[in-house]
């Protein structure tokens, strides 16, 4: 059983690109959390998901991210013309419920350049 | 506001000796609190949580303890190992039901042989 499975682990991209970060569950997890860790900083929240559904997005910047989990396949977290103040590690984390313990990815870590 | 607060923000000990890491937190009302490692480039990983009524919670040379009146818990490591270094995180949990968790930024803990 894999665990939380992110890729890609380290992403480049110049300022104005889109930036795609994917992210597949636990097995049997159907619960999916976006976070973003700054450099210096703590784990920041962004977006819950479950299947098909945005439970909330409180976390999101209002622009130029979105977040996605469709019913087949890994969870998305995309962002839109990058800026430089986009980088940073954006780990994921899932469960198979909302009260149950949630497990991190490695992290995807983005650079704009 | 809810936040969550590590001290020392950083540390440095010889293999083998031991070391106790501070969280003080403001959350509320209050669902349990994590203990987290992680290493350089990885995501975290749960060491010991703890609920409202538990006072200490042991996970190997890991000792969590928890003050739920004065909102202050300790991460003891005893006999520390060079693969103790990593940043030992608090997150705690808002009531239950909440998936929110709220990070702390982190004691970064390096083991000199």
């Known amino acids: 059983n894999a665990g939380v499975m992110q890729n890609p682990r380290h992403l480049v991209r110049r300022r104005g690109q889109e930036a795609r970060l994917r992210c597949s569950p636990m097995?049997?997890?159907?619960?999916v959390y976006w976070y973003r860790q700054l450099p210096e900083e703590g784990l920041k929240f962004m977006v819950y998901?479950?299947?098909?559904?945005?439970?909330?997005e409180s976390g999101m910047p209002k622009e130029r991210f979105s977040a996605e989990f469709p019913k087949e396949g890994p969870s998305i977290l995309r962002i839109q013309q990058v800026v430089r103040g986009d980088s940073a590690a954006y780990f994921c984390?899932?469960?198979?419920?909302?009260?149950?313990?949630?497990?991190f990815g490695q992290g995807t870590r983005l650079t704009v350049v | 506001k809810n936040q969550v607060e590590q001290s020392p923000q950083s540390l440095i000990i010889l293999e083998g000796k031991n070391c106790t890491l501070q969280?003080?937190?403001?959350?509320?009302?209050?669902?349990?609190l994590r203990w987290y490692k992680q290493d350089t480039g990885r995501g975290p990983v749960s060491l010991t949580i703890?609920?409202?009524?538990?006072n200490t919670k042991s996970n190997g040379r890991y000792t969590a303890t928890l003050d739920a009146d004065t909102k202050q818990s300790s991460l003891h490591i005893t006999a520390s190992q060079l693969s103790d270094s990593a940043s030992y995180i608090c997150?705690?949990?808002?009531?239950?039901?909440?998936?929110?968790?709220?990070f702390g930024t982190g004691t970064r803990l390096k083991v000199l042989a």
């Open positions: 984390a899932s469960s198979m419920g909302p009260n149950t313990e949630a497990f």
């Open positions: 097995k049997g997890h159907s619960h």
């Open positions: 998901l479950q299947k098909e559904n945005i439970i909330d």
């Open positions: 969280c003080n937190y403001t959350v509320s009302p209050f669902s349990n």
């Open positions: 703890m609920t409202f009524s538990e």
């Open positions: 997150v705690v949990s808002e009531s239950s039901g909440t998936y929110k968790y709220i």
